[in-house]
């Protein structure tokens, strides 16, 4: 079995890889404009990490709660939060591979290449309906399958990305209508390019 890889290692210093930056605000962008995000909403980013996505995407919400099972990922969040005085992003440490969740329902649920973390998405698909409001959105942003050439480190990785068939039987097998998914955007390294889909889906 995979390794849980250790984020908290990592977190202090995560924000400072440009490629990181650049991609989860092409995320939020993408987002954005698949989805009519409302100020009425209230979110959950999974595996938010520092918050990147979190951030960008809580203008357009009500309230947005960043959960991650990296404590220093969220304490990193935490830190922008207060220094930027947003007023509707919250945080709440989960271990999403046990189906560990905040209490509550959402209007939106969205993830940014966290997927392929999860040995077993369809389960937690699956958990994530009965957390939404009836009509509510997940949308889901993970790599297209590649050759395993995307990570140096294989520590954590379930998935080498997933087929856009792939990700359709998942959501049609957990409950979810209205499935749409495109190419939000596209991470190139070195003389590769492994490109990033964003699966949206209603309850």
């Known amino acids: 079995m995979t390794n849980i890889r250790d984020f908290n290692a990592v977190a202090q ?13 092409e995320i939020a962008t993408a987002i954005c404009g698949r989805l009519n995000l409302s100020t009425d909403w209230d979110a959950l980013d999974l595996g938010c990490g520092t918050g990147l996505v979190t951030l960008a995407l809580a203008p357009h919400l009500g309230s947005i709660t960043g959960v991650d099972s990296s404590c220093a990922m969220l304490d990193k969040l935490a830190e922008k939060v207060k220094a930027s005085g947003t007023a509707n992003v919250t945080t709440a440490l989960n271990d999403l591979s046990a189906g ?6 959402f209007h939106l649920i969205v993830s940014a290449m966290t997927l392929h973390h999860i040995q077993d998405p369809e389960t937690l698909l699956s958990s994530l309906a009965s957390r939404l409001y009836p009509g509510g959105w997940i949308a889901f942003a993970d790599l297209e399958t590649e050759d395993g050439s995307f990570h140096e480190d294989p520590t954590g990785i379930f998935h080498h990305g997933f087929s856009r068939t792939e990700l359709t039987r998942l959501l049609e097998h957990s409950g979810y209508a209205a499935i749409s998914i495109t190419e939000a955007t596209a991470i190139h390294k070195g003389d590769r390019t492994y490109p990033v889909l964003l699966a949206v889906a209603q309850a």
């Open 100 to 105: 560990e969740m905040p209490d509550g329902k």
């Open 13 to 25: 210093n995560w924000d400072e890889e440009p490629r990181r930056v650049k991609l989860a605000g």
